[in-house]
């Protein structure tokens, strides 16, 4: 039996673990340079004029705070709780992954480091890193798996002319894992002069953390807004979850709230029957892979599964290692949604808000979809609008059948 | 405490003053037989301790040749069950040649650690090299390992550096395999004379036999290294050897075997020429 603990918020210990999960699984070669990351790390995020020149950049460069919206048409059709939506894709670049990759570049700054590669999926990430490199001068690489170049060719050529040079990954199913793969080994090879920016809050201790904290301003954001907007908390807090980022950034000032419901969702793809999926929560087991112990979509052998989603940022057969321990530990619901519910919701949210999703927050809109009906019209649900759908419009005509 | 097979077998070659050649291959490739094959050539080629690579999907820090060979080795069908097999088998014939287990922690996680480190040890496994279990990791399985008597064999980089050596060969038995680049398997090709001054400096540190790896394709490299190291180890080119052999369908053919003995001959005359000719500077 689980027994909660006094407070959800404390974790990572001083070794990485939340719990069972996360920690430090990385080469000799890549661990002095991860213990200088943590030192470099827990100064810099103690230092009040690192935390003053970030919140300098969110406000002047990334836009934010983003405002909490009330979708007055989504929840009169849907006809129950009250949704209001972060609008974290109102963000310079799109989506939430601009927050983390501000604070890690002022990072890389202070490590002196002259080299900045990362992976990326949807290619949201990739942006966001671009972005920062173009605005310090720093020269970027970022790994992106073949099918996802191919799906997400807005954002490639946006980070071209952001000046990164893409690295296109055929290892694999070309996706967001083989991606990783290949950033680490880059990583490996260039270690003195690079630092590697991970998008997602993964990855070797303190990434998960780190990651974590700087996302967070999401959750916090939205705490003090819906105090303002309705002046009481949510009853229920939604994200999608790939990596979860986004989903821990908006849950982890929510956690002690013990009242609050907390819903990550899980990209379902073509359903939890068969391989076709990510959702590595609800039908993966624990392992190791890129540097944590967490959930994992993998065979009976260890071998780590492909997985599928229509979405690619959330095509990743891992999840950040402290979703797993608050999955364990009850704290926060995992759900599936599949491909054609994000479509669904997708296509909702465009008509009746005039908000194109990404087909990122298209997953928790429609884990939203099932759970406002639910729920009373006085009660509340806040979800993290995390990405802008423009990256999926081609993608999204083809599902629909739509020549372009 | 009796003496491991490879104690006994770095013990050997240092009366001789030879240094050891490891050779590394891909359980299961090209297939699990003919992987034995393999496996059974190679102490006749000249290999002193074989290195036994297990396939993993997502081998974060090997280069081309090594992820293929792992991914031909799963195509085919490879398994922890049959690699420990493979150890097995090769055991029943040769009862002196020390075997390494070479890879990622996640396909023995799965397999469950304790029960690993028993197949492995009644299999006739001498010790555990693993990429991604760092000193900070020992409690998960470097402890447990030479609990049974396994040797754990850590890797040091160039990273690794004076002050977190110490940590680094704590645990460490039956050699020390030193990482000649920053860098994944088999990529550029080690500066020598970096390589002999890293070897000294950790030879500073411990007693243990150092070997390196990492890049080092050639007989006439493999010379260089060995003048210093006490052993080397050349991996992606001898997968590359059994790759080249393949038909178009990565099935082995007559020459699969062959082919990886002549490559392990050569680095085997190539060691030993290097170390004759410093012997007779000496002499």
């Keep these: 039996m689980t027994v909660a603990p006094n407070t959800f918020r404390a974790g990572p210990d001083e070794r990485g673990f939340f719990g069972l999960f996360g920690g430090r699984f990385v080469a000799e070669t890549l661990m002095p340079l991860i213990l200088d990351l943590q030192k470099a790390w827990d100064e810099a995020k103690h230092d009040p004029a690192f935390r003053s020149e970030l919140a300098g950049l969110s406000a002047h460069y990334a836009g934010r705070p983003s405002p909490l919206y009330f979708a007055e048409r989504l929840s009169a059709h849907l006809g129950g709780a009250k949704i209001y939506l972060k609008r974290d894709e109102l963000n310079h670049t799109g989506s939430h992954k601009i927050n983390n990759t501000l604070g890690q570049i002022l990072l890389a700054r202070r490590m002196g480091k002259s080299r900045i590669i990362a992976e990326t999926g949807a290619g949201q990430h990739g942006v966001a890193t671009a972005t920062v490199c173009a605005r310090y001068g720093l020269p970027c690489v970022v790994y992106m798996g073949e099918t996802d170049v191919e799906r997400q060719k807005p954002n490639v050529f946006r980070m071209k002319l952001l000046g990164a040079e893409i690295v296109p990954v055929s290892a694999g199913a070309g996706t967001l894992k083989d991606a990783m793969n290949e950033a680490l080994r880059d990583w490996v090879t260039n270690v003195e002069t690079t630092y590697y920016l991970i998008g997602t809050a993964a990855g070797p201790h303190p990434y998960p953390e780190m990651v974590r904290d700087f996302q967070s301003v999401i959750g916090t954001e939205a705490k003090e807004q819906i105090m303002v907007a309705e002046g009481r908390l949510p009853d229920a807090v939604v994200a999608c979850v790939g990596g979860g980022s986004n989903a821990i950034g908006l849950f982890h000032p929510f956690l002690d709230d013990a009242d609050i419901a907390i819903y990550g969702v899980e990209a379902g793809g073509r359903g939890l029957d068969g391989d076709e999926h990510c959702a590595s929560l609800n039908a993966g087991r624990p392992g190791v892979l890129h540097g944590n112990r967490t959930y994992l979509l993998q065979d009976g052998d260890g071998q780590i599964l492909e997985g599928h989603s229509i979405s690619a940022g959330l095509d990743y057969p891992g999840i950040g290692p402290e979703h797993s321990w608050l999955k364990e530990s009850g704290r926060v619901t995992y759900v599936p949604a599949t491909d054609d519910e994000a479509l669904d919701a997708f296509q909702l949210c465009t008509k009746l808000e005039g908000i194109i999703p990404a087909l990122e927050p298209a997953h928790a809109l429609a884990h939203v979809m099932k759970l406002a009906p639910t729920m009373d019209k006085d009660q509340i649900i806040v979800m993290n609008m995390c990405g802008r759908g423009d990256k999926d419009v081609f993608a999204v005509a083809g599902h629909l059948g739509v020549e372009m | ?283």
Excluded: W
């Design chain 2, 1 to 283: 405490m009796t003496k491991g097979r490879i104690e006994l077998r770095f013990g050997e070659l240092k009366a001789e003053d030879r240094p050891a050649l490891v050779a590394f291959v891909m359980a299961g490739d090209p297939d699990s037989e003919t992987a034995l094959d393999i496996v059974k050539a190679l102490p006749g080629a000249g290999a002193d301790v074989i290195e036994l690579g297990m396939p993993f999907s997502d081998p974060m820090a090997d280069g081309p040749a090594v992820q293929l060979a792992g991914q031909r080795a799963l195509k085919a069908g490879q398994t922890m069950a049959k690699t420990l097999d493979l150890v097995r088998r090769f055991r029943d014939a040769d009862g002196d040649t020390p075997i390494v287990l070479m890879g990622y922690y996640n396909p023995i996680y799965s397999y469950g650690n304790e029960r690993f480190l028993d197949d492995a040890a009644a299999a006739g496994v001498d010790g555990l090299i693993i990429v991604d279990l760092p000193p900070e990791a020992d409690d998960e399985l470097c402890l447990p390992a030479l609990a049974r008597g396994l040797n754990f064999i850590r890797l040091a980089t160039p990273t690794t550096d004076d002050r977190r050596l110490p940590a680094v060969l704590a645990n460490t038995s039956g050699f020390v395999y030193y990482v000649s680049i920053t860098g994944i398997t088999g990529s550029a090709a080690p500066d020598t004379a970096k390589v002999a001054a890293a070897v000294g400096r950790i030879k500073r540190h411990t007693a243990l036999p150092v070997a390196v790896g990492f890049g080092v394709k050639t007989a006439a490299q493999a010379a260089a290294i060995g003048a210093t190291a006490d052993g080397v180890v050349v991996g992606s080119a001898i997968v590359d050897a059994v790759r080249t052999s393949l038909d178009e369908d990565c099935r082995a053919t007559a020459s699969t075997v062959d082919a990886v003995v002549g490559l392990v001959r050569q680095l085997r005359g190539g060691i030993d020429a290097a170390r004759r000719e410093i012997a007779e500077k000496a002499g």
